[in-house]
């Protein structure tokens, strides 16, 4: 069965705000850091946002600061993105991904969803 499922996804105009949800079946996921990868056409899969298992920390890649934020809710297990003023350029598929803090930064985990499409179109 799959350990992380992403799910919000879909087709939108630029500037429209979406929010993708990432349920974990981990029982370790409270003190799991967790993060939002995502990977466009011809593009490596790049660090969205991360955030601590305490969630005290929340990093952004520079593109999207400003404009997205993840969060987590421990209760329901789920690690959330949310994404305002969406734009051309955001159009890609969409990881999750357990990790952790280590040496000040996010490493990425071998656990992944399998990923949902956002397309951003006119």
């Known amino acids: 069965q799959a350990q992380l499922v992403e799910s919000g996804g879909g087709l939108v105009q630029p500037g429209v705000s979406l929010t993708l949800s990432c349920v974990s079946s981990a029982s370790t996921f409270n003190s799991d850091a967790m993060s939002w990868f995502r990977q466009a056409p011809g593009k490596e899969r790049e660090l969205v946002a991360s955030?601590?298992?305490?969630?005290?920390?929340?990093d952004y890649a520079d593109s999207v600061k400003g404009r997205f934020t993840i969060s987590r809710d421990n209760a329901k297990k789920t690690v959330y993105l949310r994404m305002n003023s969406l734009k051309l350029e955001d159009t890609a598929v969409y990881y999750c991904?357990?990790?952790?803090?280590?040496?000040?930064?996010?490493?990425?985990?071998?656990?992944w969803g399998q990923g949902t499409q956002v397309t951003v179109s006119s």
């Open positions: 955030l601590t298992a305490t969630d005290t920390r929340a």
């Open positions: 991904n357990r990790g952790a803090y280590i040496g000040g930064g996010y490493r990425p985990g071998r656990v």
